[in-house]
């Protein structure tokens, strides 16, 4: 079974890019799509995407989350999104 992706959301700067290998992780998704802007292509099985956009897309419904939450259930050790 394939999990969804999910989509975090952040200002630039803030570590997406460092931390998403233990972000990825965590959510248990195996590849990183960085730099994500709406309207690009994206996968939407098995990828964390990346992006500073404040605009979530239906692609993403109910699987956005910010850094910091992202990274406050990487501290946590990992849980489903």
Same mark, same amino acid.
Request: proline share 4%; glycine share 10%; charged share 15%.
């Given at each position: 079974?394939?999990?969804?992706?999910?989509?975090?959301?952040?200002? #630039?700067?803030?570590? %997406?890019?460092? #931390?998403?290998?233990?972000?990825? %992780?965590?959510?248990?998704?195996?590849?990183?799509?960085?730099?994500?802007?709406?309207?690009?292509? $994206?996968?939407?099985?098995?990828?964390?995407?990346?992006?500073?956009?404040? $605009?979530?897309?239906?692609?993403?419904?109910?699987?956005?989350?910010?850094?910091? #939450?992202?990274?406050?259930? $990487? #501290?946590?050790?990992?849980?489903?999104?």
């Amino acid at each position: 079974m394939s999990t969804k992706s999910v989509l975090v959301i952040g200002p #630039q700067g803030c570590g %997406k890019t460092t #931390q998403a290998p233990a972000i990825a %992780k965590a959510l248990g998704l195996s590849n990183i799509h960085d730099n994500w802007e709406p309207g690009a292509a $994206v996968a939407l099985l098995d990828t964390l995407v990346l992006t500073n956009a404040r $605009v979530a897309n239906w692609h993403f419904k109910g699987r956005t989350i910010t850094f910091d #939450q992202a990274m406050q259930i $990487v #501290q946590r050790g990992g849980d489903a999104a």
